[in-house]
């Protein structure tokens, strides 16, 4: 009986460990986003981040007339051996537009501004989090 509470013990230990170490991946929350452009023609792409889950939603307006666009997926952010990072975001349907240029694997990076507000860079694109 008690080899057996205690091979039950070390079990439920290894398994406690191996929840730890799955959670360690670095995760983002809250909604970041980028304007482009001004009141003629102009643009917007927001990501809202919620545990590996991120939201994607891209504004377009031409005089007045806009067209929004919402994108679900799934995310993760990989560290390399040098220190880079890059996220891969995987969405659940098609994506059109800038949407799909933030699909796959790009470049990563976040931390904050001159004026302590937080960011994330996304390939080509710097979004400031919306407070």
Do not use: P, R, W
Request: contains cysteine.
């Amino acid at each position: 009986m008690k080899k057996t509470v205690k091979i039950l013990s070390l079990v439920m230990a290894l398994v406690l460990v191996c929840f730890v170490f799955a959670s360690c991946a670095k995760t983002l929350s809250g909604t970041y986003s980028v304007e482009a452009g001004g009141s003629l023609v102009g643009g917007k792409i927001s990501m809202t981040f919620s545990g590996k889950n991120v939201t994607v939603t891209t504004t377009a307006g031409i005089a007045g007339f806009t067209s929004t666009n919402e994108v679900k997926g799934t995310y993760e952010i990989a560290e390399a051996a040098d220190g880079t990072q890059t996220i891969t975001i995987t969405y659940e349907g098609d994506a059109e537009g800038d949407a799909g240029k933030l699909s796959g694997t790009q470049s990563f990076s976040d931390g904050k501004d001159e004026n302590g507000n937080k960011y994330i860079k996304v390939g080509i694109f710097t979004l400031t989090q919306v407070k």
